[in-house]
């Protein structure tokens, strides 16, 4: 299959995805998409390369390449995406979004969900991580708690589930990275990562890598929701121990015994964090069968897989 693949980078990782689609014995055509471009994709690349579907990363592609989006379904070539779904706006006020896309495989259950009980060809497809970024690297702990990732900057601090959980833990030795935290933790001192080897680093020396799966968002449609993202599964697959929200999507991949758990509220995270730190076998019991699982199961060559499994059924 000839794939037309439209894409923006992020760390290396999303431009992957063609090689993954390569992997899979599919040939890829690359269209690199400019924020700062209105119209990204090409409908002359489109008559050049005449792709059997067109393949892109983002719902944004629909709504901002409108001319290109009638060109490519008059032609009947189908469009397929494989992504996360922008949080500014709620899902169920983009229809007209949605159904101009043949395939949707979503990394947002919740979502998935909805849209297939609409009546579209939607797919919870998770996201995954890459070996070669994330090998199994265990050190000697320096930190209690780490967290790596990112605030929601237009969210007060206070109301900022982040914030509050992160806040919560101050009395222990945690490290958080994270530029958009600065100002907003107290006594908690904030650095700055940018790259795949500096998350690494940070998860192999540390005793409780903390996932916050909570949306990062102001948009009050999504202020209980949670989002799975690379962490959740990039900290097992370096051989480490993570704690995690302890809710379906979490417990369905992961299971009772794989992954620490916290309920949603601090005192719950605070006793966790307690009861871990406490019990380095049974972290080092854990860490091991989540490496094993996430090595298994969920590379992005996985992902792939299952979703070329479900085209070529459908196509």
Same mark, same amino acid.
């Given at each position: 299959?000839?794939?037309?693949?439209?894409?923006?980078?992020?760390?290396?990782?999303?431009?992957?995805?063609?090689?993954?689609?390569?992997?899979?014995?599919?040939?890829?055509?690359?269209?690199?998409?400019?924020?700062?471009?209105?119209?990204?994709?090409?409908? !002359?690349?489109? $008559?050049?390369? +005449?792709? *059997? %579907?067109?393949?892109?990363? =983002?719902?944004?592609?629909?709504?901002?390449? @409108?001319?290109?989006?009638?060109?490519?379904?008059?032609?009947?070539?189908?469009?397929?995406?494989?992504?996360?779904?922008?949080?500014?706006?709620?899902?169920?006020?983009?229809?007209?979004?949605?159904?101009?896309?043949?395939?949707?495989?979503?990394?947002?259950?919740?979502?998935?969900?909805?849209?297939?009980?609409?009546?579209?060809?939607?797919?919870?497809?998770?996201?995954?991580?890459?070996?070669?970024?994330?090998? !199994?690297?265990? $050190?000697?702990? +320096?930190? *209690? %708690?780490?967290?790596?990732? =990112?605030?929601?900057?237009?969210?007060?601090? @206070?109301?900022?589930?982040?914030?509050?959980?992160?806040?919560?833990?101050?009395?222990?030795?945690?490290?958080?990275?994270?530029?958009?935290?600065?100002?907003?933790?107290?006594?908690?001192?904030?650095?700055?990562?940018?790259?795949?080897?500096?998350?690494?680093?940070?998860?192999?020396?540390?005793?409780?890598?903390?996932?916050?799966?909570?949306?990062?968002?102001?948009?009050?449609?999504?202020?209980?929701?949670?989002?799975?993202?690379?962490?959740?599964?990039?900290?097992?697959?370096?051989?480490?121990?993570?704690?995690?929200?302890?809710?379906?999507?979490?417990?369905?991949?992961?299971?009772?015994?794989?992954?620490?758990?916290?309920?949603?509220?601090?005192?719950?995270?605070?006793?966790?964090?307690?009861?871990?730190?406490?019990?380095?076998?049974?972290?080092?019991?854990?860490?091991?069968?989540?490496?094993?699982?996430?090595?298994?199961?969920?590379?992005?060559?996985?992902?792939?897989?299952?979703?070329?499994?479900?085209?070529?059924?459908?196509?």
């Amino acid at each position: 299959m000839r794939i037309f693949y439209v894409y923006r980078d992020y760390m290396g990782r999303r431009k992957r995805y063609g090689r993954e689609m390569q992997r899979c014995g599919h040939e890829v055509i690359y269209q690199y998409v400019d924020k700062n471009k209105r119209n990204g994709i090409s409908i !002359k690349n489109i $008559k050049k390369y +005449k792709p *059997d %579907v067109v393949w892109l990363l =983002n719902p944004y592609y629909v709504r901002k390449n @409108k001319t290109a989006i009638e060109y490519i379904r008059s032609k009947n070539i189908p469009i397929i995406m494989y992504g996360t779904l922008s949080p500014q706006t709620p899902y169920d006020s983009w229809m007209h979004i949605w159904d101009k896309i043949d395939f949707l495989f979503l990394h947002n259950k919740e979502c998935s969900d909805y849209l297939a009980g609409q009546g579209l060809k939607a797919y919870y497809m998770p996201i995954g991580f890459y070996p070669d970024m994330y090998p !199994k690297s265990v $050190k000697s702990s +320096k930190f *209690d %708690v780490s967290f790596c990732g =990112n605030v929601g900057k237009k969210i007060n601090r @206070k109301k900022d589930r982040r914030c509050l959980f992160i806040q919560s833990l101050k009395y222990h030795k945690i490290r958080v990275y994270g530029g958009s935290f600065v100002g907003r933790l107290n006594g908690i001192r904030v650095y700055n990562y940018s790259t795949h080897k500096k998350q690494l680093d940070v998860y192999s020396k540390t005793k409780i890598n903390l996932d916050l799966p909570f949306y990062s968002n102001f948009n009050e449609f999504y202020r209980d929701k949670t989002h799975i993202k690379n962490r959740f599964f990039e900290i097992p697959a370096s051989g480490n121990f993570m704690l995690t929200l302890r809710c379906d999507e979490s417990l369905n991949i992961y299971g009772e015994d794989t992954v620490g758990y916290y309920n949603d509220d601090t005192e719950s995270l605070k006793e966790q964090v307690a009861r871990y730190l406490k019990d380095k076998k049974t972290r080092k019991k854990m860490a091991k069968k989540a490496y094993e699982l996430v090595s298994s199961k969920h590379t992005f060559f996985h992902r792939f897989k299952e979703m070329f499994k479900i085209l070529k059924q459908e196509l």
